[in-house]
């Protein structure tokens, strides 16, 4: 069975500071997606990577898979409140395999 | 671009009476579809995912059942509610990435 370990579970930071967080696994997936959920609502795609060593950048989020992708994190710069959210990481293998689900990291920017 | 429906948004259902939760996806066909739960602020299980019209694979064991008998619809069902069935549920579509509709909140008292 394939897991995907996200870290941290939880992260409560100040406004402007810079954080990471983590997606690892001991499988390779062929792709690498991120979500951002908020309360009440379903989770929203923020990027796909599929190419070991891919950096991708979304305004303040950068995104990298890992060389043998098996892990992936999520840097972002100078928080902000609306940065708040539950942040799940989700690996795919193709075909009609379902994507495997981290338990997310859940973050809240303090203003 | 695809779209996942997903209604109600709410839902308090006594313990012993029956669910239909429905989901239905515009903009493709032929997705793959999914019935997440999920339980507090953190992660997806899931619970049954469908192929095809007809197909359904259920991934854990429990009071709830789903069918989809269109290639745009999919349902999740149960005859009898349980109090443990309370929890947020979730339709996604898979394309080349999920698409998630906005959910159900099911309290079960």
């Known amino acids: 069975t394939q897991l995907l370990e996200q870290s941290p579970q939880f992260l409560s930071i100040q406004e402007g500071e810079n954080l990471t967080v983590y997606c690892n696994s001991s499988?390779?997936?062929?792709?690498l997606q991120w979500y951002r959920q908020e309360p009440g609502e379903g989770p929203v795609l923020l990027v796909t990577v599929v190419t070991g060593g891919e950096v991708k950048k979304l305004k303040r989020l950068t995104f990298q898979f890992g060389d043998a992708r098996k892990d992936s994190s999520l840097h972002i710069t100078a928080a902000q409140p609306g940065d708040t959210g539950l942040y799940l990481c989700?690996?795919?293998?193709?075909?009609?395999?379902?994507?495997?689900f981290g338990k997310g990291t859940r973050l809240s920017v303090i203003a | 671009s695809q779209t996942i429906h997903q209604w109600p948004a709410t839902l308090v259902q006594p313990v012993g009476s029956p669910l239909s939760l429905e989901c239905t996806v515009e903009?493709?066909?032929?997705?793959?579809l999914y019935w997440y739960r999920q339980a507090a602020g953190r992660g997806l299980q899931l619970l049954f995912y469908?192929?095809?019209?007809?197909?359904i694979s259920s991934e854990v064991p429990q009071n709830l059942s789903a069918s989809r008998p269109q290639d745009r619809q999919f349902i999740l069902s149960s005859k009898k509610l349980l109090l443990s069935d309370s929890g947020f549920y979730l339709c996604a579509g898979t394309f080349t990435e999920a698409f998630f509709g906005q959910g159900t909140r099911l309290t079960v008292v």
């Open positions: 499988s390779v997936f062929s792709s």
């Open positions: 903009g493709t066909s032929n997705p793959n």
């Open positions: 989700a690996g795919g293998n193709g075909g009609n395999t379902p994507l495997v």
């Open positions: 469908s192929v095809g019209i007809g197909q």
